[in-house]
């Protein structure tokens, strides 16, 4: 394709060769080459970045892949969008294929919703620039992929296309794993059991789910309702009674399912903290479970994951590469990637064309 009658740029806002893995293999698929800039750390740790050709009236795509270091990545994406629109282009659209902060998407206790933050802060990355011009601002569109919360694209003021990595971790699963038609999913907890069966429905599976004290619940500490401190003696106002809510107390770990004699797939979207999969597959060993596999989207493996997967009763982590891992890759050879640039690409091609994206979530549900 010629780059120059593409009507549209492809730029990486990240220059470390880990990082720019995934966009240079989203770049070969679309057949445009990569964007000239430099994205760079000063010695006070300040980021400049630096655009070396002409986007004057063109599209243009940021692909951004969110290393360890996320607050650095969240700048390079904000300063590129705004040195993009102070250099007249005319659409930019984010391609975040991990996005950051998406935990954080509750109000919990006197806490906040930085997710929602982060979200005005895209919107709004180039306002400087063109604040007295009727004309579009920052970021008018993303493409993310397995966002932690669907909600999530409620806190956007403009299109959130949010791509599954499903298709692909499925299909990894009839292809990879021998003897697959023996396997159970496993939802680590109640909240994953929606996930984990549409995995099970989609491969004719059974299903297996984690319920008990080992867990720890998000919306346990979600709603913000726990004010004010319960060491301090408050009292209601005279007359007023209101019903004593009791305590919460999980029950002894339980397995929902039968798992003996079978092969475990744990699915989740996030894995990064490993102990609650660790401790998850030494319960599935104890009941039987004689092979043990982690799928998640997001492979953020952050501290120690790489020592504790090599040591754990975990077989196989399949993750896919929408986050750079390759270091962790080299530390614990029982991680794998899947590679979804394809989705990645097609999704681009279809937004530039103006082309429908159904094609893309054919047989989706909210589910998955």
Same mark, same amino acid.
Do not use: W
């Given at each position: 394709?010629?780059?120059?009658?593409?009507?549209?740029?492809?730029?990486?806002?990240?220059?470390?060769?880990?990082?720019?893995?995934?966009?240079?293999?989203?770049?070969?698929?679309?057949?445009?080459?990569?964007?000239?800039?430099?994205?760079?750390?000063?010695?006070?740790?300040?980021?400049?970045?630096? =655009?070396?050709?002409? /986007?004057?009236?063109?599209?243009?795509?940021?692909?951004?892949?969110?290393?360890?270091?996320?607050?650095?990545?969240? &700048?390079?994406?904000?300063?590129?969008?705004?040195?993009?629109?102070?250099?007249?282009?005319?659409?930019?659209?984010?391609?975040?294929?991990?996005?950051?902060?998406?935990?954080?998407?509750?109000?919990?206790?006197?806490?906040?919703?930085?997710?929602?933050?982060? *979200?005005?802060?895209?919107?709004?990355?180039?306002?400087?620039?063109?604040?007295?011009?009727?004309? #579009?601002?920052?970021?008018?569109?993303?493409?993310?992929?397995?966002?932690?919360?669907?909600?999530?694209?409620? $806190? $956007?003021?403009?299109?959130?296309?949010?791509?599954?990595?499903?298709?692909?971790?499925?299909?990894? +699963?009839?292809?990879?794993?021998?003897?697959?038609?023996? *396997? =159970? +999913?496993?939802?680590?907890?109640?909240?994953?059991?929606?996930?984990?069966?549409? $995995?099970?429905?989609?491969?004719?599976?059974?299903?297996?789910? &984690?319920?008990?004290?080992?867990?720890?619940?998000?919306?346990?500490?979600?709603?913000?309702?726990?004010?004010?401190?319960?060491?301090?003696?408050? $009292?209601?106002?005279?007359?007023?009674?209101?019903?004593?809510?009791?305590?919460?107390?999980?029950?002894?770990?339980?397995?929902?399912?039968?798992?003996?004699?079978? @092969?475990?797939? @744990?699915?989740?979207?996030?894995? !990064?903290?490993?102990?609650?999969?660790? *401790?998850?597959?030494?319960?599935? #060993?104890?009941?039987?479970?004689?092979?043990?596999?982690?799928?998640?989207?997001?492979?953020?493996?952050?501290? !120690?994951?790489?020592?504790?997967?090599?040591?754990?009763? =975990?077989?196989?982590?399949?993750?896919?590469?929408?986050?750079?891992?390759?270091?962790?890759?080299?530390?614990?050879?029982?991680?794998?990637?899947? !590679?979804?640039?394809? =989705?990645?690409?097609? *999704?681009?091609?279809?937004?530039?064309?103006?082309?429908? &994206?159904?094609?893309?979530?054919?047989?989706?549900? /909210?589910? !998955?």
């Amino acid at each position: 394709m010629n780059v120059a009658k593409s009507g549209y740029r492809v730029f990486s806002a990240n220059s470390t060769p880990a990082c720019t893995e995934l966009s240079k293999k989203i770049t070969e698929r679309l057949g445009v080459e990569l964007g000239k800039s430099v994205v760079y750390q000063e010695s006070n740790r300040e980021t400049r970045v630096e =655009i070396k050709e002409s /986007v004057r009236g063109q599209t243009i795509f940021i692909i951004q892949t969110i290393p360890r270091d996320v607050n650095t990545a969240i &700048m390079e994406l904000l300063i590129m969008a705004y040195a993009l629109k102070t250099s007249c282009a005319k659409n930019i659209i984010g391609v975040i294929p991990y996005f950051p902060y998406s935990k954080q998407c509750k109000m919990r206790k006197r806490g906040s919703i930085v997710c929602k933050l982060l *979200a005005s802060m895209l919107a709004k990355a180039g306002k400087a620039a063109f604040n007295n011009l009727h004309c #579009k601002l920052g970021l008018t569109h993303i493409i993310t992929m397995d966002l932690h919360q669907k909600e999530i694209q409620g $806190f $956007f003021t403009f299109p959130v296309d949010n791509l599954r990595a499903s298709p692909f971790l499925v299909q990894y +699963i009839q292809e990879e794993i021998p003897d697959y038609r023996n *396997a =159970i +999913i496993v939802a680590k907890s109640p909240s994953a059991a929606k996930r984990a069966q549409s $995995f099970a429905e989609r491969l004719r599976l059974g299903l297996a789910v &984690m319920h008990g004290e080992a867990q720890c619940s998000e919306s346990d500490m979600a709603d913000g309702r726990h004010s004010p401190p319960c060491v301090r003696n408050t $009292f209601g106002h005279p007359g007023l009674e209101l019903p004593l809510m009791m305590a919460k107390e999980k029950p002894p770990i339980t397995v929902v399912g039968d798992v003996g004699g079978r @092969i475990a797939i @744990i699915v989740d979207d996030i894995i !990064d903290d490993v102990e609650d999969f660790v *401790a998850t597959a030494e319960i599935l #060993k104890e009941r039987g479970a004689y092979k043990i596999y982690v799928m998640a989207t997001h492979g953020l493996l952050s501290a !120690d994951a790489p020592r504790l997967i090599e040591e754990s009763a =975990i077989d196989e982590v399949v993750v896919t590469n929408t986050v750079p891992h390759e270091v962790q890759k080299l530390q614990c050879p029982k991680i794998k990637t899947v !590679d979804v640039s394809m =989705i990645l690409a097609e *999704a681009i091609r279809r937004i530039h064309n103006g082309e429908s &994206m159904a094609y893309l979530f054919r047989n989706i549900t /909210v589910d !998955d």
